[in-house]
């Protein structure tokens, strides 16, 4: 089982920036991919970025230009920089892993709790 605590978060004004931190701790797994998703108001929860064990990296389009994410020398620890951020960045981030069990499970999906980035004035 894995466990992701997430840092970072908060209210920023328009143009702002702010930088997500997750940790991944546990045992009985390997980490395949690593990312952020997130979930306003009313929307659906939707891929931000993620990061593949590779050091291959997805953005959505949106944010492109804009978010940086990264991973911890350890692999354990992802981090997305966000900047000139704008309202519609407004939502609930989700770190995830995705990860294969020791026992060969293929695809088993992990969450952190979650954290408000705000973006107004």
């Known amino acids: 089982q894995a466990q992701l605590v997430e840092s970072g978060g908060g209210l920023v004004q328009p143009g702002g920036s702010q930088r997500l931190s997750c940790e991944a701790s546990?045992?009985?797994?390997?980490?395949?991919?690593m990312g952020w998703y997130r979930q306003a108001p009313g929307k659906q929860r939707g891929l931000v970025a993620r990061?593949?064990?590779?050091?291959?990296?997805n953005y959505v389009d949106s944010v492109k230009g804009r978010f940086t994410i990264s991973r911890g020398n350890a692999k354990n620890t992802v981090y997305l920089q966000m900047n000139s951020l704008k309202p519609e960045d407004t939502a609930v981030y989700y770190c995830?892993?995705?990860?294969?069990?020791?026992?060969?499970?293929?695809?088993?999906?992990?969450w952190g709790q979650g954290t408000q980035v705000t973006v107004s004035s």
């Open positions: 995830y892993v995705r990860a294969i069990l020791h026992d060969g499970t293929r695809d088993v999906d992990y």
């Open positions: 546990g045992s009985g797994f390997s980490i395949n991919a």
């Open positions: 990061i593949s064990r590779d050091g291959t990296i």
